[in-house]
């Protein structure tokens, strides 16, 4: 059985990190999480997160290098991180409760989805590095 690959997207400008609040599944809404979604089959890790963070705010970016290590969502699902670089337009809600932009100091104080928790180490240094 083939493993379901989500992306999610680092997202740093100005020093800050674009974070999304999940509107659902009830289980994880009012969490925190860096947005993405499930990869199509056919796609590229790099294609998919272009598609949807353009479907989740509205934006367009460039992908950059992965960060930190694959995360396992149980047997059939693993969660990948990559920076990524805004080319064209202003981040949008479209697809989340709300959007927010936090400091490295931030990132440990906000209730995150359980898996994105593991990148708050690659996340605080790449916040330190960024500006």
């Known amino acids: 059985?083939?493993?379901?690959?989500?992306?999610?997207?680092?997202?740093?400008?100005?020093?800050?990190?674009?974070?999304?609040q999940r509107d659902r599944p009830s289980a994880l809404a009012g969490l925190w999480e860096?947005?993405?979604?499930?990869?199509?089959p056919g796609e590229s890790d790099a294609e998919a997160l272009i598609r949807e963070?353009?479907?989740?705010?509205?934006?367009?970016?460039?992908?950059?290098?992965?960060?930190?290590?694959?995360?396992?969502?149980g047997e059939t699902m693993a969660l990948r991180a990559y920076r990524v670089t805004l080319t064209s337009g202003d981040v949008q809600p479209h697809d989340h409760r709300a959007l927010r932009w936090v400091s490295s100091s931030e990132l440990h104080s906000l209730a995150w989805v359980p898996a994105d928790t593991?990148?708050?180490?690659?996340?605080?240094?790449?916040?330190?590095?960024?500006?």
């Open 118 to 131: 593991a990148w708050l180490p690659d996340l605080t240094v790449a916040l330190g590095q960024c500006c």
């Open 53 to 73: 963070l353009r479907e989740e705010l509205g934006v367009r970016v460039a992908v950059g290098a992965r960060l930190g290590a694959e995360v396992p969502l």
């Open 1 to 20: 059985m083939a493993v379901q690959i989500v992306v999610a997207g680092a997202l740093i400008a100005d020093g800050a990190l674009l974070v999304a």
């Open 34 to 40: 860096l947005p993405g979604g499930k990869v199509a």
